[in-house]
Nanobody
Framework: QVQLVESGGGLVQAGGSLRLSCAAS????????MGWFRQAPGKEREFVGA????????YYGVSVKGRFTISRDNAKNTVYLQMNSLKPEDTAVYYC?????????????????WGQGTQVSVSS
């Protein structure tokens, strides 16, 4: 099991941008795919984006496609989520997660380890 720590959340006005970071502890980060999910109060956890082990393949949820970009820096054991054109409905706790393998998955069950989350609030 790897420890994941998210950072970069905060309060931003609609139309603004934030960049979230997820730092992973230990070795082996470059062997696994990574993902971002979010959860708003009273709603189920939603897929946001995922990236394979090398960064060559990415997937995005429909609600964020074209606005968010997932990337990774394996030398720094870190995955990022660049969030642009933010909307109030993007308000949620954002979680990063490590995949069970090196490929890309969009399913909750495809991820083994989770961070504690970072709050993103978008005001109108």
């Amino acid at each position: 099991q790897v420890q994941l720590v998210e950072s970069g959340g905060g309060l931003v006005q609609a139309g603004g941008s934030l960049r979230l970071s997820c730092a992973a502890s230990g070795r082996g980060f470059s062997l696994f795919g990574m993902g971002w999910f979010r959860q708003a109060p009273g709603k189920e956890r939603e897929f946001v984006g995922a990236i394979n082990w090398s960064g060559s393949t990415t997937y995005y949820g429909v609600s964020v496609k074209g606005r968010f970009t997932i990337s990774r820096d394996n030398a720094k054991n870190t995955v990022y989520l660049q969030m642009n054109s933010l909307k109030p409905e993007d308000t949620a706790v954002y979680y990063c997660a490590q995949s069970k393998g090196g490929g890309v998955t969009t399913q909750l069950g495809g991820f083994d380890s989770w961070g504690q989350g970072t709050q993103v609030s978008v005001s109108s």
